[in-house]
């Protein structure tokens, strides 16, 4: 009797295991595409993503660089400091979009432009990525809030 009461736990713990390695796989499989990875402007120059990659870039809009096309479409710099990035976008930018400002966009890196589905914008005078902060630290360009 007791070998049979062993048997049917070791069947419920190996049905667990499996259901659980399954389970584990079939998460990882979906968030896949969900992952996007931060790439500062200097990181993408150094080793540039490939095409298809869909990834986050942030830095600062670089002062006179927006240029508004035709329609909704616009092209602007992104600088850390370090390297300068060109970014096309067709959107309605955020109200808070400006040059000298904060920003992180999601999109690819083709032919050396980077082309964004996604633009965010800081949403208020002192926010601003911590991704993006820590980057222009390392640039020396960060100035904190309130700096002269």
Known sequence: MKSLKKKRRVQIIAIATVAL?????????????GINFF?????????????????????????????????????FSVTDGGAVIPVT????????FSENEGMVGTGTYEDGVFKATEILAKHDEEYMPKEVIESLKEQGVYKEPGDS
Do not use: C, H, K, M
Request: glycine fraction near 14%.
């Open 89 to 96: 976008y067709t959107g309605v930018l955020p109200d808070l």
């Open 39 to 75: 790439r500062s402007p200097s990181q993408i120059v150094e080793e540039p993503p490939l095409p298809t990659e869909v990834f986050r870039i942030g830095g600062l809009v670089e002062e006179g660089s927006i240029v508004r096309g035709q329609g909704e479409t616009v092209s």
């Open 21 to 33: 390695v399954l389970s584990t796989g079939l998460i990882g499989y979906a968030l896949q595409d």
